[in-house]
């Protein structure tokens, strides 16, 4: 142990300093950033779970109004222009 010595810091040079300082502040802005998207990633996950149940439920209805004017009109298709039904002849 007599043969170390005890070092004192050396300090950096100013450019250096800043150069670390930039390498700090750019990782700290690149973390934020993806813990913004992260959020981001969610909330658009949840209006894609919410869109896609609007969209069942949608769909659910078509499928009763179809069926309604089906049994109503019989076979056919809507005029939705003109507000009318044409029935297929068979």
């Given at each position: 142990?007599?043969?170390?010595?005890?070092?004192?810091?050396?300090?950096?040079?100013?450019?250096?300093?800043?150069?670390?300082?930039?390498?700090?502040?750019?990782?700290?802005?690149?973390?934020?950033?993806?813990?913004?998207?992260?959020?981001?990633?969610?909330?658009?996950?949840?209006?894609?779970?919410?869109l896609k149940?609007?969209?069942?439920?949608?769909?659910?209805?078509?499928?009763?109004?179809?069926?309604?004017?089906?049994?109503?009109?019989?076979?056919?298709?809507?005029?939705?222009?003109?507000?009318?039904?044409?029935?297929?002849?068979?």
């Open positions: 142990m007599a043969n170390e010595e005890i070092q004192s810091d050396i300090p950096l040079s100013e450019s250096e300093k800043e150069q670390l300082q930039d390498v700090v502040q750019m990782n700290q802005a690149i973390q934020q950033a993806l813990g913004n998207l992260a959020v981001r990633k969610i909330n658009l996950e949840n209006e894609e779970t919410r149940q609007q969209l069942s439920t949608n769909s659910q209805k078509e499928t009763e109004l179809a069926q309604k004017l089906e049994s109503k009109y019989g076979k056919g298709s809507v005029n939705l222009e003109k507000g009318t039904f044409n029935p297929i002849t068979e």
